[in-house]
């Protein structure tokens, strides 16, 4: 990524919850274009919290909340649910739920123009689901579902992707195929994505940038500074050892 790359959110001296409770303090974080930031953190940590607010749907209770401005309007984020949110039971063809991502753009009470077919079936052919545009939602494995509510977000032409926990509950195989995905639609089409987990072994292949959520506080760098037995051993309050086994790092605990 290139250091000249244009910031779409920041976050400074942020104190985020709900109401009066504090669930993170003086957070600093800056999304810019191009990144693939894992944000990683146990539950309960504050992913959630975080993510709603980088996604605009809440705001801080200190500290402010900064974000770059597309054609007069602060700039868009996809979002991808954890599959496990969205009823199995849509009666909906996997067509018509990606279709549900053109909705900012068809506006109330319009019918789906001809662009907004060809950005469905785009959208579709990148996540790598064309041949399941017919069949219903419900017939669907976890990880094909998950791949339509990522091709919904990438028919609503967001430059910014972010994800909650998408690989819960996924086989390897499953895993390993969706996050490489992840890489490719990064890569290719350009997009910033921000990919919220509690897994760390997860993110670790595919992010450039590492934010981890520990006790209320933020620490976030590239991945090379962050993925070491130092790093994690300290924001973890354990031995944690970082190993390179057939040219991946494996993340372990080290010994108590």
């Not at 934010?211 to 309050?237: D, F, K, N, W």
Request: glycine share 10%; charged share 20%.
């Amino acid at each position: 990524m290139s250091a000249a790359a244009a910031s779409l959110i920041e976050i400074r001296g942020a104190t985020l919850g709900y109401g009066r409770h504090a669930v993170l303090e003086g957070i600093d974080l800056t999304i810019r274009e191009g990144d693939f930031l894992g944000l990683v953190g146990p539950n309960g940590s504050g992913k959630t919290t975080l993510l709603r607010t980088l996604l605009g749907l809440q705001g801080p209770l200190a500290g402010s909340v900064t974000r770059a401005m597309r054609e007069g309007r602060p700039v868009m984020a996809a979002y991808v649910p954890q599959r496990d949110t969205v009823d199995a039971i849509f009666p909906l063809t996997v067509r018509e739920l990606v279709m549900m991502g053109r909705y900012c753009h068809i506006g109330v009470l319009r019918r789906p123009t001809a662009d907004d077919h060809a950005r469905v079936r785009e959208a579709l052919q990148h996540a790598g689901i064309a041949d399941l545009a017919g069949r219903p939602f419900e017939a669907l494995s976890g990880g094909q579902r998950q791949r339509v509510l990522i091709a919904r977000a990438l028919a609503s032409d967001a430059p910014l992707l972010a994800l909650d926990e998408p690989t819960n509950g996924m086989d390897l195989a499953s895993e390993t195929n969706l996050l490489a995905l992840l890489r490719r639609l990064h890569a290719q089409q350009r997009l910033t994505v921000i990919l919220a987990t509690h897994l760390l072994h997860s993110v670790a292949p595919v992010a450039s940038q590492i934010a981890i959520l520990h006790e209320g506080r933020l620490r976030v760098g590239p991945r090379e500074q962050m993925l070491t037995a130092a790093v994690l051993s300290e924001v973890y309050g354990m031995p944690v050892a970082v190993e390179a086994i057939g040219g991946r790092l494996a993340i372990l605990p080290g010994e108590v």
